[in-house]
C-alpha cells in the first residue's frame, strides 16, 4: 500500500465553546503544510459520557480493513470548567471509560462505544493511543491515570489488550516512574519499538527502546529533546517515500503548538528541528497517519478542504 498524504486528528483544546473539546480532522501532502477538513468545524462529536473528548487517536487496523479512533473522555467547558481547581478534580473524578469509533474508509464512522478501561480505583483514562502488538497478535492499548492507592499522587501509565475494541483485558500498570508520565507514543521501525513519553513534573519528552512491547524499555539518552522544558503529546509517523521520521511535540508552555523534529536514524535519538510546519489554527494532541491518494481523495470529496 503507497501512501502519498497525511491525516491529522487532533482537538482545539482551548476549552472556550462547546466543540473545542471534540475531533478535527486536517490532512496535508507534505507533512508541513496543514489544511482544515469540514471547514474546520468537528467531525465527529461525542455523545455520550462526559459529552467531549480530547486527545484523539486514529490508527489502521492490522489488515488495513478499517481504522480505530480512541480518545479521553473529558469536557473541561461542559463539565469541570477551566480553574484550578477544576484540573486537579477531573484527574481524581474523570472517566475512567475512553470513547471509540470506527470506520472502513474515514468518513462514515460507527456509532460510539463507551468502554471502561481504567481500574475500579482509577480516574480518568487520559490520552489512549494504540499499537499492534505482533507477537500477542492483537492490539495494545496504554493511557494514564491517577489512582486512589496512593491518594491520586502520582500520574502512571496503565495498559490493556483487545483483538476487537469492545472487549479489553484486565488493565496493568505499564510505565511507573519516581515522577508522573503521561502522553505516551509508540511507533515501531524495522524490528524495534520506540517510546516517546511525557515527564509530567517537569514537562520534558523522554525516549526509549524495546525489542517488545512489553519487554524492557531502554531510554535513549541522545534524544535530541530531553530534559527541554515544555512540551507535551507527542506523536510519530514516518515521512511518505523516505527513509525519514518525523516526530511532533507540542509547545503547549509557549502556546506555538506543535514542532516537528526530524530524523534518518530513529536508533541515534538524535532529530533536527524542522522549518515550515503550518497549522491553520491551534491543534493540539493528536495523531498523524500516513493515508493513500485514494483516502486523500475521499476525506477532500466529503468534508470539503479549505485552503
Request: aromatic content about 14%.
Amino acid at each position: 500500500m503507497e501512501t502519498t498524504a497525511y491525516l491529522f486528528s487532533h482537538f482545539k483544546g482551548v476549552q472556550k465553546t462547546p466543540d473545542d473539546e471534540q475531533v478535527y480532522f486536517a490532512v496535508s501532502k507534505d507533512g508541513y503544510k496543514w489544511h482544515n477538513l469540514n471547514g474546520g468545524k468537528p467531525v465527529l462529536h461525542s455523545t455520550r459520557g462526559e459529552g467531549g473528548v480530547r486527545d484523539p487517536h486514529i490508527m489502521r487496523s492490522h489488515d488495513g480493513s478499517k481504522f480505530f479512533l480512541i480518545a479521553t473522555d473529558l469536557y473541561i467547558y461542559g463539565k469541570w470548567g477551566e480553574t484550578p481547581e477544576s484540573w486537579y478534580r477531573c484527574q481524581r473524578e474523570g472517566s475512567k471509560s475512553i470513547m471509540i469509533w470506527e470506520s472502513e474508509d474515514l468518513v462514515n464512522w460507527s456509532e460510539q462505544r463507551m468502554v471502561k478501561v481504567a481500574t475500579d480505583d482509577s480516574s480518568c483514562a487520559w490520552a489512549p493511543e494504540s499499537v499492534y502488538d505482533d507477537k500477542a497478535g492483537d492490539y495494545f492499548v496504554y493511557w494514564s491515570s491517577r489512582c486512589a492507592a496512593d491518594g491520586f499522587e502520582k500520574q502512571r501509565v496503565y495498559c490493556a489488550h483487545t483483538k476487537d475494541f469492545i472487549t479489553f483485558t484486565e488493565p496493568e500498570i505499564y510505565i511507573e516512574r519516581d515522577f508522573n508520565v503521561i502522553d505516551t507514543s509508540i511507533i515501531k521501525v524495522g524490528e524495534k519499538y520506540y517510546r516517546f513519553t511525557k515527564n509530567h513534573t517537569d514537562a520534558s519528552i523522554f525516549m526509549e527502546v524495546s525489542d517488545e512491547l512489553e519487554g524492557e524499555f531502554t531510554e535513549i539518552k541522545e534524544f535530541t529533546m530531553a530534559g527541554k522544558q515544555g512540551y507535551e503529546g507527542p506523536t510519530a509517523y514516518k515521512m511518505n517515500g523516505e527513509d525519514t521520521w518525523c516526530v511532533l511535540l507540542d509547545a503547549f508552555a509557549s502556546d506555538k503548538g506543535y514542532q516537528p523534529y526530524l530524523t534518518k536514524d530513529m536508533a541515534s535519538g538524535v532529530f533536527v528541528p524542522q522549518e515550515g510546519f503550518e497549522t491553520p489554527d491551534l491543534f493540539r494532541h493528536g495523531t498523524v497517519m500516513p493515508i493513500t491518494e485514494a483516502e486523500y481523495n475521499r476525506l477532500v470529496s466529503v468534508y470539503g478542504i479549505d485552503e
